[in-house]
């Protein structure tokens, strides 16, 4: 006889992981979410203050950051990594992210490794003010490996209308200013796996420190978020920008209007020491830097010169370190640095 658990999927475990889980979830909830957990799905009352609400979505995942945090069973910051990703998108759009639901793909159903994973979720939603709603934790035995696993996330903001960030005010003379991001966050782990494999055993100290190096390169992401929030009450931005794949040129040129041109002055910010290592070790060229990673700049914003003050108070008063980073001029569309 053949069985649904003989053929790899424990649907009691699958039972026992939502029983685990429950709390955690439930515990990101305002008085504006409607329904219960466990169900078909949830729902969010349209928050207060807002007239005319745009509601805006993002789907995303922490790409193969993942493997390492599989290979060393370091789980709890990829929660950060994933909230990061869809929150802060919605954040460079002027949208305040409210709901999430999650998606994890695993090999076998380990309730442990999953309840981690989910728990660190519910974390970083709870710092963001993000209500965890529901997800799905699929068993995915024969096609992937047993201890194999992915996650994604779509995330729900809102933004009333009229407030959309509109970047067809950006034009030359307008200033960018760089929020700091001290990691790699979770982009370009296809190549950071490739060095890794070749120079950085991920049990052994981080060159140059006592850390080590799965600690350094699973470092979770900053959620910015609820920071870009609070600048946006305080400031009218003419373009923001979340810095993930692409790095700084590739993610900048989607917020430039033609005829302008973003002009990146690298002497404004120190790259973080991880980016230094990978780099040397890797021989990777500057441009192919620029173009996979952060850099050291995790989030954008292109202000008014009149603005420039309020932005950075704005991001202190959030504890975050943002630094202006160049200009833009006229031009050719393009991001250029120098």
């Not at 370190?321 to 200009?327: D, K, M, N, T, Y």
């Amino acid at each position: 006889m053949t069985s649904y658990e003989k053929a790899g999927v424990n649907l009691d475990a699958a039972d026992e992981l939502v029983d685990r889980i429950g709390w955690r979830v439930t515990s990101t909830w305002t008085e504006d979410v409607v329904g219960g957990f466990g169900g078909f799905a949830a729902g969010l009352q349209i928050p207060a203050g807002f007239e005319h609400p745009i509601l805006m979505m993002s789907t995303d995942g922490i790409g193969t950051k993942g493997e390492i945090a599989r290979q060393t069973g370091l789980l709890e910051g990829l929660g950060y990594d994933l909230v990061a990703m869809v929150a802060d998108d919605l954040a460079a759009a002027g949208a305040q992210p409210i709901a999430l639901t999650d998606y994890i793909a695993i090999g076998h159903l380990d309730l442990d490794r999953v309840e981690t994973i989910v728990e660190s979720i519910t974390d970083a939603c709870a710092e963001a003010d993000i209500a965890l709603l529901g997800g799905e934790t699929a068993e995915h035995p024969g096609v992937m490996d047993r201890d194999q696993f992915d996650i994604a996330a779509t995330a729900l903001g809102i933004v009333e209308m009229g407030d959309e960030v509109d970047t067809a005010r950006i034009a030359p003379g307008d200033v960018i200013i760089g929020v700091k991001s001290p990691n790699l966050r979770s982009n370009g782990f296809s190549l950071v796996r490739a060095i890794a494999a070749k120079h950085l055993p991920l049990d052994a100290p981080f060159p140059d420190t006592d850390t080590p190096t799965a600690h350094v390169l699973l470092d979770p992401s900053i959620v910015y978020a609820p920071a870009v929030v609070n600048m946006l009450a305080r400031v009218q931005p003419h373009g923001l920008s979340h810095i993930t794949g692409g790095g700084l040129p590739g993610n900048m040129v989607r917020v430039l209007p033609d005829g302008t041109r973003a002009i990146i002055e690298r002497s404004r910010w120190e790259v973080p020491h991880v980016f230094q290592v990978l780099q040397r070790l890797g021989k990777v060229p500057p441009g192919d830097m620029f173009r996979t990673f952060n850099m050291g700049i995790g989030f954008a914003a292109i202000v008014a010169e009149d603005d420039v003050d309020a932005t950075l108070k704005a991001f202190e008063t959030s504890d975050l370190a943002s630094v202006v980073i160049g200009r833009i001029v006229d031009g050719d569309k393009g991001v250029e640095i120098r």
